[in-house]
């Protein structure tokens, strides 16, 4: 919650919702598949932000790749989160990745499960190198996205049936060709997001990656129109901020700070000059 604090109240990110007006009023009441493109370096915070947007940011889960999990304190906090992490490699993470989705069945909240389909980040090199697979697979090529990993994929809907209600299709853009970064949004930078959600679920789950290479050939032609015309097919609306996450940030920094804060005050009532400059001397460096 604290990189989504970063992301809506630090830089104060826009971030303008559209979508299905009938759709609108089940989010956040129904257990979700969510799909995300993956073309910017901060996407995966705005799915975040979806998701604390219809209040299931504390019982969202993502499909990661196991090196987050090393990382110090988000990688600690999101394996006790239930996060399902994977090593990219089929053979190996088949039987972790079903294990904890099955696992997802007897969550007591309702839950969105987090998955960029394309495996890794867009680049021109990565997008080069999909084309040739899907080349050789006879597949539709793709202008905009790479070609998408239907395992994982078919195996979250086959784990997650009759549990999930939905597969919410999104689809990231930002305004004005930004290019937008993680250090940018440390540093302040505002930007301006517009996410394209449209609801459906795969019928048939020996079909899912016949659905799923369907999905992102309309995915291709939303973002054509988007870079055409600046706008998605659908009604925008901008979902209302919950002060929670600046909130919880609050009371963290608050309780972390409150030490440091009655340590200078009984420094300063001490009047020793030589523990001031020494105090000062250590935030300086």
């Known amino acids: 919650s604290e990189m989504v604090m970063l992301l809506e109240w630090w830089s104060g990110t826009d971030c303008t919702l559209y979508t299905d007006p009938e759709s609108y009023h089940k989010y956040g009441k129904e257990n979700a598949i969510v799909i995300l493109n993956h073309n910017f370096e901060i996407d995966f915070l705005c799915g975040w932000n979806f998701c604390e947007r219809f209040g299931v940011l504390g019982s969202s889960k993502v499909l990661a790749k196991k090196e987050l999990s090393y990382m110090p304190v988000i990688g600690w906090m999101w394996y006790f989160l239930e996060i399902v992490f994977c090593k990219r490699k089929w053979e190996e993470d088949r039987k972790t990745v079903v294990q904890k989705l099955l696992n997802l069945r007897d969550y007591p909240e309702n839950f969105w499960f987090l998955i960029h389909c394309e495996g890794t980040r867009f680049t021109e090199q990565k997008h080069q190198i999909s084309m040739q697979v899907a080349e050789a697979k006879g597949l539709p090529k793709l202008k905009y996205h790479l070609l998408p990993r239907t395992k994982g994929f078919a195996v979250t809907v086959q784990c997650l049936r009759n549990v999930v209600s939905a597969v919410y299709d999104s689809t990231l853009n930002f305004r004005n060709n930004e ?54 097919p659908a009604v925008p609306t901008i979902p209302p901020r919950r002060p929670w996450t600046l909130l919880n940030w609050l009371f963290w920094a608050l309780l972390l700070l409150y030490p440091l804060f009655k340590l200078l005050i009984n420094m300063i009532n001490s009047g020793s000059s030589l523990t001031l400059a020494s105090f000062a001397f250590v935030i300086i460096i």
């Open 179 to 232: 290019n937008p970064t993680l250090l940018g949004v440390l540093n302040g930078k505002k930007y301006h997001a517009d996410l394209y959600v449209r609801q459906d679920v795969p019928e048939d789950e020996q079909e899912c990656s016949t659905w799923l290479h369907k999905l992102y050939q309309e995915k291709d032609a939303f973002q054509e129109e988007y870079y055409r015309t600046g706008t998605y």
